[in-house]
């Protein structure tokens, strides 16, 4: 209970100062978040769309291989890049290893599976009469995929959260692709992850308190943007 305590005050102690290192995590844990949710959803999207629209062989493997993206360790996806990316490995000539740039790589690797996957759910749960009534009239097949996001964005969007989640709290594929290093790659829940480690815990439950009130803002944010917009255009519609 004191851990909790402390950790508490010290949250307050580090918001309240404006402490520089607080904010260089979390500018560096916006980066991730950001660059790997984005990356994902423009390459992701119209994977998923794709693969929930066409019909051509080995769709089902490819959603399969997408669907396994759930349950993908993330610390032996940061193993498989960081050995890729050693100095005599395939990417070696990238210096992408203890980089920024590798984490940004590894989280959205994580991310871009989910955004897939999640996709094609979302779009196979649209009513299967507007996409075949649409096909009937002739729609091509950037109409079809149109009209297929906007029937899926609520699903969409809750992939967008799931790429958001996992970019705020993932750590060991960062860790091992960025090491982990103070001041530069490191992000709040790596972060959180080394205070703990060193036996510094009540600084990790600040840091860890700070988190959860960063996921807190951002998944409320989308999450009003994935219902609340829609509550009140009914409410419009009803009035």
């Known amino acids: 209970m004191n851990f909790f305590l402390d950790g508490l005050q010290q949250a307050w102690d580090l918001i309240w100062s404006g402490n520089p290192e607080l904010v260089q995590l979390l500018e560096v844990t916006l980066q991730v978040v950001a660059v790997s ?3 994902s959803l423009v390459l992701g999207l ?4 794709a693969l929930a629209l066409g019909r051509f062989p080995g769709r089902g493997v490819l959603v399969v291989v997408a669907n396994t993206g759930f349950a993908l360790p993330p610390v032996v996806v940061g193993l498989v890049l960081a050995l890729l ?3 005599q490995a395939p990417l070696g000539g990238l210096d992408l290893l203890f980089t920024l740039r590798g984490v940004f790589i590894a989280q959205t690797c994580l991310a871009l599976p989910l955004m897939v996957a999640l996709t094609v759910s979302a779009v196979r749960d649209t009513p299967p009469g507007l996409l075949d009534q649409a096909r009937a009239f002739g729609a091509g097949r950037l109409d079809l995929a149109l009209l297929a996001a906007r029937e899926a964005r609520t699903g969409i969007l809750a992939a967008t959260i799931a790429a958001v ?3 705020l709290s993932e750590v060991g594929a ?3 692709v960025g090491g982990n290093i103070r001041g530069y790659d490191q992000t709040l829940a790596s972060a959180a992850l080394e205070s703990i480690g060193a036996g510094r815990y009540a600084e990790g439950m600040a840091i860890g308190i700070i988190l959860l009130g960063l996921i807190v ?5 989308l999450t009003w943007l994935q219902y609340g917009r829609r509550s009140r255009r009914t409410a419009w519609s009803a009035s």
């Not at 119209?46 to 769309?49: D, E």
């Not at 803002?217 to 944010?221: D, G, I, N, P």
Request: glycine share 20%; aromatic share 4%; hydrophobic share 50%.
């Open 46 to 49: 119209p994977v998923g769309l």
């Open 37 to 39: 949710t984005g990356v």
């Open 165 to 167: 989640g996992s970019g």
């Open 217 to 221: 803002v951002l998944t409320s944010a």
């Open 85 to 87: 990316m050693f100095p």
């Open 174 to 176: 960062i860790v091992l």
